[in-house]
């Protein structure tokens, strides 16, 4: 029999503006609408399916945000301002951002759209019409194709197509902000009716051995260089897995039985945070597991099942993705046919099964749950459905959550030592080595040292915010864009490092006002 395990990330860094509540990134909000609800609503079809959902922290106190009217969306903002009253200004952010979406996927299946884009693309005059369109389809075109089709008043204006009105425009906006407060609410239910199993990241999504010291960065790659000024905060990686784990259990009244660590980046110094804080499993990358055993080739005898790392403070379980299963959901089979798709899966699923024979084998799929639907027909609803039926009807397969494949099946391998690294190459070259990477590491640093020095006087000073700030500068977003010429997710960085100075009473230092690649 193969256990068949799904579990999707999501994931959103944090974008808002603490001094400010502005969010100059919309995503928490389109992917809100798009990919977040439909995810789990559609398993009531398929009632044999169950599957883990990650939810980071740093996601959900979003959310939270938008059903609490707690930011000022800078997308949104210029969303609802009638057309008639845009600035030249409020008209060039609009051409320049309001066709953030998949051309091919998405754009092009409506014709309005898909005119506007072309008119754009060719520096064409919009006139105040055009405008108001564009304002209403950007943000239609976000929401999930379940719901402008399940939702009669979005199926009016999808059908309606052109010269759309303020009223339009508002209600469009009106069901975005419904659909976000149906989310968490769905994840409860569903959490509570046993049909999903839910897991959480640490609070920020850090990469917790680089929190540790970045040197061990060193311990997965050795060639890697390391940033001048080192950084080595222990108790930041523990308190980001705490706040984590009371975070979740304020809002689904139970503490995580298990935990996909950013990035699926690990290390043998972080086993003992994740057993004092409960954690019972973590999922990494095939490519840790094999590392951890010093095996040089894959082997799926030792893949497919899952492995304990004991301890003096415990024990913890790990189980392994398949890597290949998952990166062709994640990353191939977008461009196929559904059909053909569903069967080229089927047929690893056969072929393993074949393999194995009578014994009792644990596949896991874990990939990101939010970004890889756009790329796929109808935001993947064709493929998706195809898929869990065709699962929901195979004998030699049970889709089941991992907690629940643990309860019946102890691991039977032991993992001496946890090898460092992450599901990128197994080691942390996203994050840091590079000329602009370790100059963020460096910048960092130099903050968290000034929030050491205070936490010991801290008067006159809102330490909790100035933590929380910290917090969030640790994120491995702000990294992983480094060396890529991601000039917002630079902005971002650097505003979340400013704020921290001002919250802390202190100058901006001059090297936080530029772009970091600036000479």
Not at 427 to 447: H, P, Q, T, V
Request: glycine content about 4%.
């Amino acid at each position: 029999m193969i256990h068949l395990s799904f579990i999707f990330h999501m994931h959103q860094p944090y974008y808002k503006n603490l001094l400010t509540e502005e969010s100059l990134a919309p995503w928490v909000r389109l992917h809100g609408v798009k990919d977040y609800l439909d995810m789990v609503e559609i398993l009531t079809k398929y009632p044999k399916i169950q599957q883990t959902f990650n939810l980071v922290p740093s996601l959900i106190e979003q959310l939270e945000d938008y059903v609490e009217a707690r930011v000022k969306d800078t997308y949104l903002g210029l969303s609802f301002k009638p057309a008639q009253n845009l600035t030249e200004e409020d008209k060039e952010f609009l051409r320049s951002r309001f066709f953030s979406i998949n051309k091919e996927r998405v754009i092009s299946l409506f014709p309005r759209y898909y005119e506007l884009y072309l008119k754009n693309a060719s520096g064409q005059q919009f006139n105040e019409q055009d405008f108001r369109d564009l304002q209403v389809w950007f943000n239609l075109s976000w929401i999930d194709p379940s719901y402008r089709q399940d939702i009669p008043e979005l199926k009016a204006i999808v059908r309606k197509a052109r010269f759309f009105s303020e009223e339009d425009k508002l209600l469009v906006l009106q069901k975005q902000l419904e659909i976000i407060r149906r989310i968490l609410p769905g994840y409860k239910r569903f959490l509570e009716e046993q049909k999903i199993e839910l897991t959480v990241s640490p609070f920020y999504h850090p990469i917790l051995p680089l929190l540790y010291n970045t040197k061990i960065a060193r311990e997965a790659n050795l060639k890697t260089p390391l940033p001048q000024e080192g950084f080595s905060y222990p108790e930041d990686a523990l308190a980001q897995i705490n706040l984590a784990n009371e975070f979740f259990r304020s809002r689904f009244g139970r503490l995580p039985e298990g935990m996909w660590p950013s990035e699926q980046a690990v290390s043998e110094h972080i086993v003992p945070f994740l057993i004092q804080a409960g954690i019972r499993w973590i999922v990494v990358d095939e490519g840790i597991l094999f590392k951890s055993l010093k095996l040089k080739r894959r082997d799926t005898r030792i893949l497919y099942q899952p492995h304990l790392i004991s301890c003096k403070d415990g024990e913890l379980i790990l189980v392994a993705r398949d890597r290949n299963l998952s990166d062709l959901l994640g990353f191939v089979y977008h461009s196929w046919d559904p059909r053909d798709a569903v069967n080229d899966f089927l047929g690893h699923l056969k072929r393993i099964n074949q393999a194995f024979k009578d014994k009792d084998v644990f596949v896991v799929i874990a990939m990101d749950g939010e970004n890889a639907w756009e790329y796929y027909i109808d935001d993947g609803h064709p493929f998706l459905n195809l898929l869990y039926e065709s699962l929901s009807e195979l004998d030699f397969v049970k889709v089941t959550g991992v907690s629940e494949f643990l309860k019946t099946h102890r691991p039977k391998r032991q993992i001496k030592r946890l090898a460092a690294g992450s599901w990128i190459f197994s080691e942390f070259g996203k994050w840091i080595g590079d000329f602009y990477k370790n100059k963020a590491w460096d910048y960092l640093s130099r903050a968290r040292n000034e929030l050491k020095k205070i936490q010991r006087n801290p008067a006159g000073i809102n330490i909790a915010l100035a933590i929380k700030q910290m917090f969030i500068c640790e994120g491995s977003d702000w990294f992983w864009w480094y060396g890529e010429n991601q000039m917002d997710f630079d902005a971002l960085f650097r505003m979340h490092l400013s704020n921290f100075y001002q919250i802390i009473g202190q100058d901006v230092p001059a090297y936080l006002k530029r772009p970091l690649y600036s000479p």
